[in-house]
Nanobody, 115 residues
């Protein structure tokens, strides 16, 4: 059973930055595609960024140019650097396998962008 743990969220003003981290209980990130998802209140969960085992990345149009996904295989971790944050980025952020999130969801990390 793979357990995912997200961290790094918080309250930030518009235009600010945060760096999210995701770790797994099993050393799997180096061999799978991993995605960062988010779910805002009243909305469906959406994929915002993904990184392949070969470190190719892709982004949702809404975050392209502002978010950067990266991985550290030695630490079995995946990160999401979020810059130029907007109020519409407010959501709970999760990591999971991409494009099909096949593991149990972690608790997520809350990101709130507000002045």
């Amino acid at each position: 059973q793979v357990q995912l743990v997200e961290s790094g969220g918080g309250l930030v003003q518009p235009g600010g930055s945060l760096r999210l981290s995701c770790t797994a209980s099993v050393s799997i990130f180096r061999i799978i595609e991993v995605g960062w998802y988010r779910q805002a209140p009243g909305k469906e969960r959406e994929l915002v960024a993904a990184i392949t085992s070969g470190s190719s990345s892709k982004y949702a149009d809404s975050v392209k140019g502002r978010f950067t996904i990266s991985r550290d295989n030695a630490r079995n971790a995946v990160y999401l650097q979020m810059n130029s944050l907007k109020p519409e980025d407010t959501a709970v952020y999760y990591c999971n396998r991409s494009p099909t999130p096949s593991y149990d969801w972690g608790q997520g990390t809350q990101v709130t962008v507000s002045s």
